[in-house]
């Protein structure tokens, strides 16, 4: 039914931006929740950022100020802009709707 599909990593310097897109199948974004998580090299999958239904968004404090979560309708996307970028901000970010997982997109930041 839902199916998500990440894209936009890659590798970029530290103080970087990068925009990841999950393009979402199945469901309209407008009308349905959606968070973007990450899990790091060795570490716990971790909340980034999360819109509710209603489309209020909060991110999560490590990245607040420098992370924006968004939906476009009329692409039916959900996004992360992703700005000043640090190291520790590498790993692979997810998105998640319905308790559906997209395969993910590798982010690395380079020092």
């Known amino acids: 039914q839902v199916q998500l599909v990440e894209s936009g990593g890659g590798l970029v310097q530290s103080g970087g931006s990068l925009r990841l897109s999950c393009e979402v199948s199945?469901?309209?974004?407008?009308?349905?929740?959606a968070a973007w998580y990450r899990q790091a090299p060795g570490k716990q999958r971790e909340l980034v950022a999360k819109?509710?239904?209603?489309?209020?968004?909060n991110v999560e404090d490590a990245m607040k100020g420098r992370f924006t979560i968004s939906r476009d309708i009329t692409k039916n996307t959900v996004n992360l802009q992703m700005n000043s970028l640090k190291p520790e901000d590498t790993a692979v970010y997810y998105c998640?709707?319905?308790?559906?997982w997209g395969q993910g997109t590798q982010v690395t930041v380079s020092s």
């Open positions: 998640t709707m319905k308790n559906t």
């Open positions: 199945g469901i309209p974004v407008n009308f349905n929740a």
């Open positions: 819109i509710t239904m209603l489309g209020r968004t």
